[in-house]
């Protein structure tokens, strides 16, 4: 019988982790945030109030073993000048799905099914949620595209009312083997998740060991000038009893034609690597040769991060 993986994250983050995972012997539960409001989630997520399902498309599509030309259907935008402009596909048939069932689940169980997806996609909650974030001088910024983009240091973030969660989410967490929080946007696609006192609790109450996935690149506005450890501990004031127990961070070497492209054009740098911080916050280091350089950008390997995480799961 597999062991069991319940992995937390939203936008490209969690696509990428999942896209070599799913190759592994496990069952994965993918759990999705749902508070995109930008680009075409955000107008679809308005016009139709429901919950964010890009990220869900991105999930399902990477989760997918149907051929290459129906999943680039899938992520297919159109381009144009009517209201369908910036539209992909996949994101117009869930909402036609959503409108048919009433239930994000639902939808995803059916465009799951379609796309020969072999592992479970569960949205974080059926709800209309908002993103809030609480800047230091105490301003609050609405809508997690705004908090994104707003380079103000937040004090903390919320919803603007408490997410019902699933029951069948807080199931999986409790018979997982393994809880993963994904790389990606840490205080938009990462923390959602541990705004819900219902998830939080489910997790302490869980015995699966806690392992995240550390970003390779600093996010300006949000994670800037930010060490691993400053990451794992983020998380760890949103968590409740339990804390992160492993983290993977990369020890890849980046070329300097690379890494000066990124710091000239984007004012971003690689997370810096702690590991005598990390191991004094009780957090074992799992360091490796993780990433890769594609198109000119650093990208996650997802089978060499893949294989960390399942080695370590099976230890």
């Known amino acids: 019988m597999n062991k069991k993986v319940v992995v937390f994250g939203g936008g490209t983050g969690i696509s ?60 297919y935008r159109f381009d144009t000048y009517t209201d369908l402009d910036g539209h992909p ?27 020969n997806v072999r592992h479970k996609i569960l949205p974080l909650s059926e709800d209309y949620l908002t993103l809030m974030g ?14 994104g983009h707003d380079p ?9 009312e408490e997410p019902i969660i699933d029951k069948e989410v807080l199931k999986e967490i409790a018979s997982a ?39 390779a690149v600093c996010q300006i506005g949000e994670t800037e000038d930010y060490t691993a450890t400053d990451h794992v501990d983020t998380i760890n004031k949103y968590l409740g009893k339990r804390k992160v127990d492993a983290v993977i961070v990369a020890n890849s070497k980046i070329p300097k034609r690379i890494l000066n492209n990124y710091i000239s054009s984007e004012n971003k740098d690689l997370v810096k690597y702690d590991k005598q911080s990390l191991k004094s916050i009780g957090c074992e280091v799992l360091a490796g040769d993780i990433l890769t350089i594609e198109d ?17 799961l099976m230890r």
Not at 89 to 115: A, P, R
Not at 152 to 160: A, I, M, N, P
């Open 296 to 312: 000119n950008y650093i990208r996650h390997d997802n089978m060499r991060l893949a294989t960390t995480i399942f080695n370590y």
């Open 177 to 215: 083997d393994l809880i993963i929080f994904s790389m990606g946007s840490l205080f938009t696609s990462i923390i959602p998740h541990l705004l819900s006192k219902d998830i939080v609790k489910a997790i302490d109450k869980s015995s699966a060991k806690i392992l995240y996935t550390c970003n």
């Open 16 to 75: 990428f982790l999942l896209r070599g995972l799913k190759s592994f012997p496990v069952d994965i539960t993918a759990i999705i945030s749902v508070a995109d409001n930008g680009s075409s989630t955000g107008k679809l997520r308005e016009e139709f109030l429901m919950p964010a399902m890009g990220d869900i498309r991105n999930v399902i599509v990477n989760m997918s073993d149907a051929n290459d030309k129906i999943k680039e259907l899938l992520q």
């Open 134 to 147: 609480e800047t230091e001088n105490g301003d609050i910024i609405r809508g997690e595209t705004e908090i």
């Open 152 to 160: 103000r240091k937040l004090k903390r973030l919320f919803y603007d």
């Open 89 to 115: 596909i996949g994101n117009l048939i869930l909402v036609g799905m959503y409108n048919i069932t009433g239930s994000l689940k639902e939808s995803i169980k059916v465009l799951s099914d379609f796309l």
